[in-house]
């Protein structure tokens, strides 16, 4: 086997060790929040981008996981009047080759979620909640060194055609390699609360 070979051999190796470390985050995520926190899992299933007809859609290096506070009111689309929380684990940055594995726990705010059908597919993640923390042609996005982040859509328009009417979503991130099972619940759940608590 030539040295080509086992660098494409080891790569994938590598990958599939990784999809399989962030499904186990995702998992313990789950039922971290079902048995011990006041958060819901709200898709079940993670949303992620992925496409036949571009290379960078076929490999999924972004995951992202929606949460909402069960004391927050059920509405009759299932979903809860009050924010949603969104883990995203993102393994790779396009964009920026030299990020580190990042997660990023955000809060999205919405004018009217009562207004939205049931349930959402995981392929919707790309428009509704990856870009609002990165898009700077549409969200405004503050260079901010404090801990908590803020973004939010440059006009009313943009909220109610691209972001399902986004009002502002609070951010931040954790280098991936730090959250461990022993400390999830206080870096995922913890960053949470700061967020419900930080307007």
């Given at each position: 086997?030539?040295?080509?070979e086992e660098n494409i051999r080891d790569a994938f190796i590598v990958?599939?060790?990784t999809h399989e470390n962030a499904e186990k985050l995702m998992g313990f995520c789950r039922t971290i929040a079902e048995e011990k926190t006041n958060y819901n899992n709200v898709n079940g299933k993670f949303l992620r981008w992925r496409s036949d007809n571009q290379s960078l859609g076929w490999c999924i290096d972004d995951f992202i996981l929606l949460f909402q506070r069960e004391t927050d009111k059920m509405l009759p689309n299932e979903w809860r009047d009050?924010?949603?929380y969104a883990m995203e684990i993102?393994?790779?940055?396009?964009?920026?080759?030299?990020?580190v594995p990042t997660i990023y726990l955000s809060k999205f705010e919405y004018e009217n979620i009562a207004s939205w059908n049931k349930g959402y597919s995981p392929t919707n993640h790309w428009q509704c909640f990856y870009y609002p923390l990165r898009d700077k042609d549409t969200m405004e996005i503050p260079q901010n060194e404090e801990q908590i982040s803020l973004a939010t859509p440059k006009t009313k328009e943009i909220a109610e055609q691209e972001y399902l009417g986004l009002r502002k979503v609070n951010f931040m991130q954790l280098p991936?390699?730090?959250v461990t099972a022993e400390n999830a619940e206080e870096k995922i759940f913890g960053s949470f609360e700061k967020l419900y608590q930080y307007n």
């Open positions: 086997m030539s040295s080509v990958v599939h060790n009050g924010p949603i993102m393994l790779s940055n396009d964009e920026d080759p030299k990020q991936l390699i730090g």
